[in-house]
């Protein structure tokens, strides 16, 4: 054979070789980002027009999220936003309504305290989704609800569950301060 058609063969056999290691390491990044985010990858995935636009989504909150400044509750602060957990459970009884928008506030305030942006819901639930995917659901659940009270839609039934929701993401954010967040 000419020599011309060993290098044609050389360079057709070197593509496909990078075509495979590129598929591979885009395979690899797929797979660490749904591990990562879990039920939040599919949330986002199902939301984008394509599994690209999803997969570089997570990866700008990834990369915002590492420009914050993330720091623990002092063991005081999280003394004092425990006792206003408690007082807005207490409080739930009497006033279901003032009971969510207050559990809302206080997560925004120790979101705010830890380090995290608070700027509009959808940012705070992405920003979050970052170092807590698991509960991060319970959160948008939670502000859902609220939504759908303020707009005469809820009962006292789907208020005492959108506080649940809000309780799992604050006991993350406070309750646990010794684990690492959850990096799956």
Do not use: C
């Amino acid at each position: 054979m000419d020599t011309w058609v060993w290098i044609v063969i050389a360079v057709v056999v070197a593509l496909v070789v990078l075509g495979a290691i590129l598929a591979g390491l885009r395979t690899r990044r797929s797979k660490g980002l749904q591990e990562r985010f879990g039920t939040e990858y599919d949330r986002v995935a199902a939301d984008a027009p394509t599994k690209r636009a999803a997969e570089a989504e997570l990866r700008e909150r990834e990369q915002r999220r590492e420009q914050f400044d993330i720091t623990p509750l002092s063991v005081e602060r999280r003394e004092a936003y425990r006792a206003q957990w408690l007082s807005i459970q207490a409080n739930f009884v009497d006033d279901p309504a003032a009971s969510v928008a207050k559990a809302d506030s206080l997560i925004q305030n120790v979101m705010r305290e830890r380090g995290y942006p608070v700027d509009d819901f959808d940012t705070r639930a992405g920003d979050l989704s970052v170092d807590h995917p698991d509960v991060v659901e319970n959160y948008r659940a939670g502000h859902g609800i609220a939504v759908a009270h303020d707009r005469g839609n809820a009962g006292t039934e789907e208020l005492r569950r959108a506080v649940q929701h809000y309780r799992a993401l604050f006991q993350e954010l406070v309750e646990q301060p010794d684990r690492e967040p959850a990096r799956r």
